[in-house]
């Protein structure tokens, strides 16, 4: 009988922008590509022709939506993200990055529709999704992303002009779905880039070694 084939890990980068999601992930790129590992890092915006169109709308906040219409909005960009692209490398073997997912929307969106009622939302999404197995969440108090974010004043989009009240809630329903679920590790990353990368890459380097070990093929 043929050996069934092994599903790759799946690693979510979560966070306020500012908070080094980007750089992280690059960093982490870098570390995958001098190890003997099949990876593969998503890009929403860049994937998916289809998903790019609806994130662009949501962002540029046009045409103005229901948050709840909203809400199903970013869900279907990333079940179509999911199905075309995510699924078919994890499906083949290869461990998945992404810079944000799931828990992005679940964050966002609570704050004007409340973290339960956007979980049912998910809920009724999930089977349509993939759970990430680990969630790297780079925390930054609000006051460091003002700083990285807000007070450069220019190329913010719709979200990101929200304001620093809307985005104090953002970061506790982040720490809120921390507390609820075991695959989130939480990053200072107020600290320097580089002390950062290292937790990075020691969290990554020890969750894929247990995930290989607890995924041998028999």
Request: proline letters at 4%.
């Amino acid at each position: 009988m043929a050996k069934a084939k092994r599903s790759g890990a799946f690693i979510a980068i979560e966070g306020l922008d500012g908070a080094g999601k980007s750089s992280n992930l690059r960093n982490l790129e870098n570390w995958l590509s001098h190890t003997d590992t099949k990876h593969f890092v998503a890009d929403e915006y860049k994937d998916l022709v289809f998903s790019n169109t609806l994130r662009t709308m949501l962002n540029e906040q046009n045409p103005r939506v229901d948050p709840v219409t909203e809400t199903f909005m970013f869900y279907s960009a990333r079940i179509e993200h999911t199905q075309r692209i995510l699924a078919p490398y994890l499906d083949s073997g290869y461990h998945v990055l992404t810079d944000r997912y799931s828990d992005s929307t679940r964050a966002y969106q609570s704050v004007k529709l409340g973290l339960e009622r956007v979980e049912a939302i998910h809920a009724q999404a999930a089977h349509s999704l993939r759970e990430p197995d680990l969630v790297l969440f780079y925390d930054i108090p609000v006051e460091v992303y003002k700083q990285r974010v807000i007070l450069r004043g220019k190329g913010l989009d719709a979200i990101e002009s929200r304001g620093i009240e809307f985005f104090t809630q953002v970061r506790a329903n982040y720490l809120q779905l921390a507390e609820r679920n075991p695959r989130f590790v939480v990053i200072d990353a107020s600290q320097p880039l580089d002390a950062v990368l290292a937790e990075s890459l020691r969290q990554v380097d020890s969750f894929l070694g247990k995930f290989n070990e607890n995924h041998v093929q028999p």
